[in-house]
């Protein structure tokens, strides 16, 4: 069936990228999973956990434009290889600095580096990958791509303890994670990447306002991108200080094997939400979708708040991860659909500052009050938001003209029900 995660999969180029970035992901949410666990076992400080998560996702926020800008300029197989060896020479320097149990500013700086250059390679890579199928299939395999990204969120972790349980320290997980790098280096070297250039008529500065012009053009996007950086910025601060929330709401160590198989439970609830809507759900309608997960996130984030034991956390957790990922798919996905080929490197840059880029604010600011005002009332205030959403990012209100004609390989309008 066109547009399921099947149908993706029949791509042979498609396969070989997917499964290089799956096992290097795999390391990557290793060291995501056990680095703001390090810095809150070692300061016992919120506010620092959520400084290590804003070095390393903040650069998306102030680069991705620039990167977007020049994977249109140069060739973008080039430019992702040589982003990915970097990361992996950063992510050695990482772990050295872990062994040597070195400043945590030294290492919040190494993170920026690695920060940067996930920024300058993230617009190249996914204004290529969606090209490695045809357009009816994209769907499915945004579905698939968001699927790996929470699956390997869940066997990530999953992998670090079986490597603590077999005697490697932490530093030397950190090292694994370089040498799975390894893996996507290989694939894009195995594959030729599409590299689709724009053709703007803007020059010089003002081709970093090109996706901004599209995005006012078309009202769809603009929705869109502005309704994600409020759910980033306001909903998702307990992501990267889940091990704050943790401590702090059920009184669980963040260095413990139950805090580990919490954040498994709420990663496998987001990787069934991100395959969800290329399987099961790929029935309905994407606009549909967003309006039934944002109120799946509000309920269920409301609950997960309150929380005070150790046991219901890990079903509220699994629904709220479900949610999320089932949410923020159908969204990229009715981004993707709403954008031509060749506007990607420019629109999706801002993706990345309202989704990726933002949530490190959310957690830099979240690290604060949670100091200030306390957990429970942070992630409270996310799940009323996430209610607001639910009504303002209502696609179906919007006029057809909002939307890319399906002439142009837009989405079907959807009747409101």
Known sequence: ?????????????????????????????????????????????????????????GPLLFLSIPGGLLADKVSKQKLMLAMQVASALLTLGTAWLVWKDSSVWAIFAVQ????????????????????LVHRQDLAGAISLNSAMINGTRVMGPVTAALLGVVGLSLSQIFLVNAISYMSF???????????????????????LGIGIRIARERPVLGRLLVGMFSFSAISLAYIGLFPSVAELNFGIDADSS???????????????????????????????????????????LGVFSQLRDQVTPFVVGALLGFFYFMTATAITTSLQ????????????????????????????????????????????????????????????RLPPEAFLSEADGGEPPVPRV
């Not at 920026?112 to 090209?131: D, E, K, R």
């Not at 703007?200 to 500065?205: A, N, P, S, T």
């Not at 080929?341 to 993706?351: F, H, K, N, Q, T």
């Open 258 to 300: 139950v805090y580990r198989w919490l954040y498994a439970a709420w990663g496998a609830g987001a990787f069934a939400g991100a395959l969800s809507v290329g399987t099961f759900l790929s029935r309905y309608h994407r606009r549909v979708l967003i309006v039934r997960g944002f109120t799946g996130v509000a309920l269920s």
């Open 185 to 207: 280096i290989v694939a894009l070297v195995m594959v030729a990447m599409p590299d689709v250039k724009a053709d703007h008529k803007e020059r010089g500065i003002k081709q």
């Open 337 to 396: 659909l709403n954008m031509k080929d060749g506007e990607r490197a420019s629109v999706m840059p801002l993706w990345f500052m309202v989704f990726g880029g933002t949530v490190p604010l959310g957690n830099l600011a979240g690290g604060v009050l949670f100091e200030v005002i306390g957990a429970r009332a942070v992630l409270g205030i996310g799940a009323v938001w996430a209610l607001f959403l639910a009504r303002w990012l209502d696609l179906r």
């Open 1 to 57: 069936m066109a547009g399921t995660a099947r149908a993706a999969l029949s791509y042979r180029k498609f396969r070989i990228v997917f499964i290089g970035l799956a096992i290097s992901q795999i390391g990557t949410w290793m060291q995501n999973f056990l680095l703001p666990a390090y810095i809150q076992e070692r300061t016992g400080r919120p506010a620092l956990v959520g400084v290590a998560i804003f070095v390393q996702l």
């Open 112 to 131: 920026f580096l690695i920060g940067t250059a996930n920024a300058l390679n993230a617009p190249a890579f996914q204004s290529s990958m969606p090209l």
